[in-house]
């Protein structure tokens, strides 16, 4: 954790991450935190608090954190859901636009026929005709579905805890102007945007110690999005125990009384994400060869409705923005399933509604059996930057955030990878690597190394490479290291032949080097000793 608070160079509070939350945890009495203090009459609070509980104020309200899901993509799939569309911004300029266009024909034929005298009628009448349509537009709109509620929410699951923190948003759609009836127990908030132009006098109103309202939310007819945070209990902790067999992934999901899991995805420390294969019994595996391409969430290249609106999400949840690490921090499924109604009851008793959780489960590993010949799948081997030889750190690769900086070089330039292995299979005998490469390197020589890093030898080499490329490298290069618990890769590649261009030159042509993406899959077996 974080010490906050020092009391004679000793930590008398602490801050510790739990979750998507944070737990403080003091050592003294909390009888220290209050004071008296003299009042003036009944009315006045006969104690305060020191000075020093500003500390833990900010620690818990200051500020709030975001949500891993994005409002817009919510808001998106949502009104897709519903069936609500908001008028295009083109339909609104024809609406604009064919007003004093009518207006110019039909004043134009007017006086083409000396009728000069009817242009008084031309006016309302093409008002009437122009409107027709918009208000064709507000009475579909306005008949495409009762009142609905939906909400959508992200749960980032903990080892052995059936009580967990889901944050999200609800979505409603209105088809008239409402006071919107809002209700939460078990502590469940819903959180409105400050608005300095709203008179309306909205306000929370808490009517027991977990309990509260919201009075006076008046919303307009349409979608509008809320950020919601509440808590759910579950029967039993929701889990994900895996091990690895001779094609990847395989494990059993246990996930207490939820239900319809679907549109699994598997993520972890490395830029890609792997595609998973998840039945109706929870069990789900996931082979080396499923790693998605960017952007993909999914293995076939037809999606439903549903899929392509979770990809939204998803993607919301995977760009970084402002976080400073990757997420997830280590090797999860993500999946999606049906869940029982939240602790905040939005809307009427008629509205229609919908839930629907994001799972994020860390995946629990167990070992695999020794002797078997297993597959590491790249999601589990994450690797970072190191020094190499010249005690220099390459900056083309990220190791907080893990990203690939798509900046390109313009020099020569040495990358050195430390690949990690999971800890539940060592030691370990490797029998081969394969690795992936995207890279743009033309006209450069690219030469790939591994082995211990006291004698890296050459296994593979790349001339004016654009575009991927697969290649392996033999036992001999990973044994030594690999019952260590690691594996070595470096990628040297070489200057532009010939003589430098000049200034006019370089700017005709993109002359600089840059990996999109790299990963490894790892084959052999756990062994019970070190082999000689």
């Known amino acids: 954790?974080?010490?906050?608070?020092?009391?004679?160079?000793?930590?008398?509070?602490?801050?510790?991450?739990?979750?998507?939350?944070?737990?403080?945890?003091?050592?003294?009495?909390p009888e220290v935190f209050a004071v008296s203090r003299a009042t003036k009459n009944e009315l006045e609070p006969s104690h305060e608090t020191i000075a020093s509980m500003r500390r833990f104020q900010d620690t818990f309200f200051n500020p709030r954190s975001s949500s891993l899901i994005r409002e817009e993509p919510v808001t998106a799939q949502a009104a897709a859901q519903i069936g609500y569309q908001i008028p295009s911004r083109s339909f609104a300029v024809a609406l604009s636009l064919s007003f004093p266009l009518l207006l110019l024909v039909g004043g134009t034929a007017l006086l083409k026929r000396h009728a000069g005298e009817k242009l008084i009628w031309l006016l309302p009448a093409t008002a009437v005709l122009v409107s027709v349509p918009a208000i064709g537009r507000a009475w579909i709109a306005r008949g495409v579905a009762p009142q609905t509620v939906i909400q959508t929410q992200l749960i980032q699951t903990l080892p052995g805890q059936s009580t967990l923190i889901s944050d999200g948003y609800v979505t409603t759609y209105n088809p008239d102007p409402v006071t919107l009836s809002v209700k939460a127990d078990d502590s469940a908030v819903l959180e409105l945007r400050q608005d300095s132009t709203n008179l309306d006098y909205r306000r929370l109103v808490w009517t027991g110690r977990d309990q509260n309202e919201w009075v006076n939310l008046k919303q307009p007819a349409g979608i509008e999005t809320f950020r919601v945070r509440n808590t759910r209990h579950f029967s039993a902790p929701i889990d994900a125990l895996g091990t690895f067999d001779k094609d990847g992934l395989t494990g059993q999901l246990s996930a207490g009384d939820l239900q319809n899991f679907r549109n699994a995805v598997l993520a972890g420390p490395i830029p890609e994400r792997s595609s998973v294969q998840l039945d109706g019994e929870g069990r789900f595996r996931s082979a080396s060869t499923d790693v998605l391409a960017a952007g993909q969430f999914f293995r076939t290249s037809m999606i439903n409705d549903e899929q392509r609106q979770h990809s939204g999400i998803l993607e919301s949840v995977f760009t970084q923005g402002q976080r400073l690490e990757a997420f997830p921090e280590q090797p999860s499924l993500l999946c999606w399933a049906d869940a029982s109604p939240s602790a905040i009851d939005v809307g009427g008793e008629q509205a229609r509604r919908h839930n629907s959780l994001l799972l994020v489960i860390p995946v629990r590993l167990e070992a695999p059996a020794e002797g078997s010949s297993i597959t590491i799948p790249p999601t589990f081997m994450p690797f970072r930057v190191m020094a190499d030889e010249s005690g220099s750190f390459s900056t083309l690769f990220n190791n907080n955030k893990r990203l690939w900086d798509q900046n390109g070089r313009e020099s020569a330039g040495t990358i050195r990878l430390q690949f990690d292995l999971p800890r539940v299979c060592l030691p370990f005998e490797a029998d081969l690597a394969e690795v992936h490469l995207k890279i743009r390197a033309g006209s450069r020589n690219v030469r790939i190394f591994g082995g211990p890093l006291n004698r890296l030898e050459m296994v593979h080499e790349l001339n004016s490479p654009v575009g991927a490329f697969d290649f392996t490298i033999p036992a001999e290069s990973l044994r030594e290291t690999a019952r260590a618990g690691n594996v070595y890769l470096e990628l040297k590649v070489s200057d532009l032949p010939g003589s430098p261009q000049t200034i006019s030159d370089s700017g005709e042509q993109d002359d600089s080097w840059l990996v999109e993406s790299l990963h490894m899959t790892l084959r052999g077996r756990r062994v019970s000793i070190d082999i000689d």
């Open 1 to 29: 954790g974080e010490p906050i608070w020092f009391v004679d160079g000793w930590p008398v509070a602490v801050r510790v991450p739990y979750g998507n939350g944070l737990v403080l945890v003091t050592t003294i009495s």
